[in-house]
């Protein structure tokens, strides 16, 4: 079992920052890989970013590279969203998720995560 709490969200203008927490708890070896995802209203869960914690390699979506970045602090088990040059397109619940298979290169499709957490709202005004 694995406990997944976000914080960090909020209301930002377009072009600010903001920076997404994520802190998991229940499992201790830390063979997993995380993942942030949003969901707009009316759209899909869509992928962002993640990360595979045994080997560090980092995955993004094409929308948000070069703005977005997903680091890790092992000492916490917390792992960061953060968000630069933020668009109104950006607006969504963002969800912190966690796939317990080791993988070189963690994937792209929500299928794979087995956690969830209960997701924080960011909103981007124009």
């Known amino acids: 079992q694995v406990q997944l709490v976000e914080s960090g969200g909020g209301l930002v203008q377009a072009g600010g920052s903001l920076r997404l927490s994520c802190a998991a708890s229940?499992?201790?070896?830390?063979?997993?890989?995380m993942g942030w995802f949003r969901q707009a209203p009316g759209k899909e869960r869509e992928f962002v970013a993640a990360i595979s914690w045994t080997f560090g390699t980092i995955t993004y979506a094409d929308s948000v590279k070069g703005r977005f970045t997903i680091f890790r602090d092992n000492a916490k088990n917390t792992v960061y969203l953060q968000m630069n040059s933020l668009k109104p397109e950006d607006t969504a619940v963002y969800y912190c998720?966690?796939?317990?298979?080791?993988?070189?290169?963690?994937?792209?499709?929500?299928?794979?995560?087995?956690?969830w957490g209960q997701g924080t709202q960011v909103t981007v005004s124009s």
């Open positions: 998720a966690a796939d317990l298979s080791i993988r070189h290169s963690p994937l792209k499709d929500r299928i794979a995560y087995d956690y």
């Open positions: 229940g499992r201790t070896d830390s063979n997993y890989c």
